[in-house]
């Protein structure tokens, strides 16, 4: 394949939601000729309107374009787009690039890469972090697996939608890093809820302290970003309760395979588990406060006065 | 009691460990007259050099003293320090101030203000964050719970020690402000822990993996301080994992007697127990990577690389 050029290289993209759209727009915004699908056709056409052209299936896709990549929902949809009969595996050829930013199983990514080489294609593992934000500001974290030489290809590409663009080693690596990112959230934010549980039992104003303990050894992203939408009620979706869900489940399935007992992300499952029990899948990750709140009858809707829950 | 004021107020220090030393060091740069007391008089020796007056017990720190800050080890000690019969309470007197900064139960606090106002005296719980770099600094987060009007006339001490000082609340608000900063870290060392010994499990370079997640959602402090001790092998305490068990203890019994339950709390507990139990408590606390290596055999003293673990 030639070097990555807006006006001149044909990219496909594949999963046209919240990330997806943003992400794409922002290779439109930079020259490139854009050929998408997505499975429920509505959510493609802002992207139309503003000059992609939309297809019906991801075969389509990869007959248009030099390098495709993909951001669909849970583990099911990735194998759907890649093998089934109108996928982008049967229907690739020699030379063609593809790169799934799913957050998916490290298994599968390896499998991808199999079955790509297969068919003389490479194909990388590039899930991201950074949420819709992210994705909108083009300052998402991209964590890469597969062939080096393929990901230094495709800097043109990784600078228009990411900040921090590091590539983690060979297949799966790039997932098994965002495994680590999720591993890493789950058990801060079962601190950050039952932190602010403990503050508001005691009496304590919520806001004053989080000043003491938000800009020392306690301080996290999710402890400055998030305690103040669990404090204000506010349980808005900056990430779904089920998708968190999903990836832990992943990440423990994983851990399981490489015989690595994981206490702490067991607990956070089963309390995340709790949270979707509660009617909260579709709530944002803060929601957990929730499901600890209602552990010890107490419940946590909006929390403008600490001493409301005494 | 008169205005705070350098050359006059005459301060009273008991506790001369790393963190006391250092703090009791900035008021003698302030220029108070000083009198301290610690149980093993040699570590009293440098601050002596510095100007400080010895004596042998907490009694004749109160007599000789308008203000006498205290920072011990364990609450038998402050129990010692401040209602034994060569204790501060039992010798204090009328218009005396008395500040507990060592970490200890707000029960604890509730008791001394309460014997405290019996004599004439006021007490404030003052527990601090930031560690030994942060006292010597005069960068500490400074708790405070108590009265506000006495909170608000030491303001000449607090600023000379710490850099975040807020007044929490009633007497024990302090105490439970400095417990909800436990919670935070405990849990989230969990986190870090695991996430490290997953990338490491995975075969991934940790130092790139922290690339990647260190500066998004998953980050934290103690992700950009901990986790770089931990892969290097270095468990030098930064803050010992007995005094860190100490205070989950305190954080729990007071959790227990709020009727509130915190599972990811009781697992770190559990957990640093068991760091204790392999040898470790007098290690920092970042020695929790080796108690969650251990459970999955899988050891863990230094790292030059992950593949080493694999």
């Known amino acids: 394949m030639d070097a990555i050029v807006p006006g001149e290289t044909r990219i496909g993209w594949i999963g046209t939601g919240v990330m997806g759209e943003a992400m794409a727009g922002h290779l439109l915004d930079a020259g490139y000729a854009l ?18 052209e939309a297809v019906s299936s991801p075969a389509e896709v990869i007959q248009r374009s030099s390098v495709v990549l993909t951001i ?12 089934s009969s109108a996928g982008l595996i049967p229907h690739g050829s020699p030379g063609k690039i593809l790169v799934d930013m799913t957050t998916s199983p490290p298994s599968l990514a390896e499998e991808i ?8 294609m490479d194909c990388l593992d590039a899930p991201v972090s950074g ?14 697996g597969g062939r080096q030489e393929i990901f230094d290809r495709l800097w043109p590409l990784w600078e228009r939608i990411g900040k921090t663009i590091v590539f983690q080693g060979p297949p799966g ?9 999720q591993i890493l959230i789950a058990s801060n934010m079962i601190g950050v809820c039952e932190a602010l549980l403990y503050a508001s039992r005691a009496g304590l104003d919520l806001k004053m302290v989080l000043q003491s303990v938000s800009s020392g050894a306690a301080g996290s992203w999710s402890l400055s970003n998030l305690a103040p939408r669990m404090i204000a009620g506010d349980f808005a979706p900056g990430f779904l309760v089920d998708h968190f869900l999903k990836d832990l489940g992943i990440a423990l399935d994983e851990a399981a395979r490489m015989d690595l007992a994981l206490p702490g992300l067991g607990l956070a499952k089963q309390l995340y588990q709790a949270v979707r029990a509660q009617g909260h899948g579709r709530s944002g990750t803060q929601a957990l406060v929730r499901a600890l709140a209602h552990l010890s009858h107490c419940p946590w809707n909006s929390l403008p006065q600490s001493s409301s829950l005494i």
């Not at 998408?36 to 309107?49: A, F, G, P, V």
């Open 35 to 52: 050929t998408i699908y997505n499975r429920s056709t509505e959510k493609t056409r802002r992207l139309q309107h503003r000059g992609a």
């Open 72 to 83: 669909v929902g849970y583990p099911a949809d990735v194998r759907e787009v890649y093998f």
């Open 113 to 120: 890469y199999q079955r790509g080489l297969e068919r003389g």
């Open 131 to 144: 949420g819709d934000i992210g994705a909108r500001e083009a300052r998402l974290s991209i964590m890469v």
């Open 173 to 181: 690596a790039g997932q098994h890093t965002k495994m680590v990112n």
